[in-house]
Nanobody
């Protein structure tokens, strides 16, 4: 099993920044096996892909709506994944989920095995 715990959410004004963190742990977790990603879910909507990163951090994938504003990174020495969010907009308001899968990074929600509980991000206009 893999445990994922997100932190760093909160209330911010439009144009502001937040940095989400995800701590990974578990008996079977090994950085070199697991791709990591962030998804988000707004009220009444589906859980959508935001960003993903390969196990070595060499390749990242960012959804078009946040390109140029969000950056995903990881620190394998600390078993941490981050989502730096800049120039936040009200439409970024959602619960943000950290997720992992054993294998290549993917933009598909169904590809991921383990999920955190989520952290709320609210952007006021």
């Amino acid at each position: 099993q893999v445990q994922l715990v997100e932190s760093g959410g909160g209330l911010v004004q439009a144009g502001g920044s937040l940095r989400l963190s995800c701590a990974a742990s578990g008996r079977t977790f090994s950085n070199y096996l697991y791709a990591m990603a962030w998804f988000r879910q707004a009220p009444g909507k589906e859980r959508d892909f935001v960003a993903a990163i390969t196990w070595d951090g060499g390749t990242t994938y960012i959804t078009d709506s946040v390109k140029g504003r969000f950056t995903i990174s990881r620190d394998n020495a600390k078993n941490m994944v981050y989502l730096q969010m800049n120039d936040l907009k009200p439409e970024d308001t959602a619960v943000y989920y950290c997720t992992s899968r054993r294998g290549p990074a993917s933009t598909g929600r169904g590809a991921y095995e383990y999920w955190g509980q989520g952290t709320q991000v609210t952007v006021s206009s």
